[in-house]
Each structure stands twice: as C-alpha cells, then as structure tokens.
C-alpha cells in the first residue's frame, strides 16, 4: 500500500471529516431506542400528551416525509431503501471528501446520514417508519415525526448554513482581489 491509500483510511486525522461518522451512529441509536420505547409504550395506547401543544403517538408511515406515496401498493417501501441506501453512500463519500476544518458542513451531512439509516433500517426491519412526535395547535396538526426526521432537517439546515457561509467566504475573497476555486 502506498503512503497514499493509507492517509485515506477512514476515521483517522487525515480522512477529511469522516471522523464525524460517529455522530451518525450516535443518531441511529438514539432514533432506534427511541422508536422501540413508543413501540413498547404506547404502540397500546391512543396517545400520551406531554404538553398541550405535543404528543406522543405510534404511527406507521410507509410513505415518506409528509407521507408521500404511503398509499402505494408497497413498491415504496423498497424504493425509499434503495434511494436512501444511494444518498447515504453519496454522503459518507462526500464527507470523506471534505476537509476537516469544514465542522459545519461534516456535522450537516453526519446528521443527515444518521437520519436516513435510522429511518432505512425501519424499512428494512419492519416495512415502514415509525413517527411518533406529534405537534398540534388547536384545529392545527403537523404530520407525526421521529428523532431521524429530526436529524435530518437539523442536518439540511446546517448545509443551507454552511452553504450561505461559503458562499459569503468566496465573495469576501473575490472583492478583495483574490482569486480562489471552490471557496478554499
């Protein structure tokens, strides 16, 4: 092996930002413990209200977000593995890619992977996904989520973030007149 392929070893100083890998694992598990605490108690159980605005309830969803396509005749379920299963290979070489000092964008795309893997292994394991936050506001209901969905919109914001930040860093260096490719 050359001196090379070994810099590119995963979680290793050298490995980009693949040493945030760990906060994926972190999300699945704490989204999988979750899930299996509603199933076991409230799976039995209209709901259980937390606070006037938030409940907690056990939904299937085997749509996706907003449950989209959940009345399909089940071919949704392998598509939504499979497209989530692509997107987090894409991810976890994306964040490979990237360098280390790039904390919010490795963050971003940590929680991001963590949240798809979260929701794919409910798909694999029991063919949907199970949401169970539930906010509300009189006449007003937000679809059911979970620690993943959260993840992963917590995630999606840290990319616009990390977006808007370099976007501000490459603007700054071309008004002071230097030229740089890719923001670096």
Same mark, same amino acid.
């Given at each position: ?18 040493? #945030? &890998? ?13 899930? *299996? $605490? !509603?199933? %076991? ?52 070489? #994306? &964040? ?13 795309? *940590? $929680? !991001?992977? %963590? ?70």
């Amino acid at each position: 092996m050359s001196n090379n392929t070994l810099s590119k070893v995963w979680f290793t100083p050298t490995g980009g930002a693949s040493n #945030w &890998l760990w906060l994926s694992f972190f999300v699945v598990v704490l989204d999988q413990a979750t899930k *299996a $605490l !509603v199933v %076991g108690a409230v799976k039995l159980q209209n709901a259980i209200e937390l606070l006037p605005i938030l409940d907690i309830v056990y939904l299937e969803n085997t749509g996706a977000a907003f449950s989209i396509l959940a009345q399909a005749s089940g071919w949704q379920r392998w598509f939504f593995i499979l497209l989530a299963l692509a997107v987090s290979v894409a991810l976890m070489i #994306w &964040l490979r890619r990237i360098r280390a000092d790039q904390t919010i964008l490795a963050v971003g795309l *940590a $929680l !991001v992977l %963590g949240g798809a893997l979260g929701n794919v292994f409910d798909r694999v394991i029991h063919g949907f996904v199970v949401d169970f936050i539930y906010f509300h506001w009189r006449s007003w209901y937000f679809p059911a989520f979970n620690i993943a969905d959260t993840a992963i919109s917590i995630g999606a914001g840290c990319l616009l973030l990390d977006a808007f930040r370099e976007g501000g860093h490459e603007k700054r260096t071309a008004d002071s007149g230097q030229r740089t490719v890719g923001g670096k």
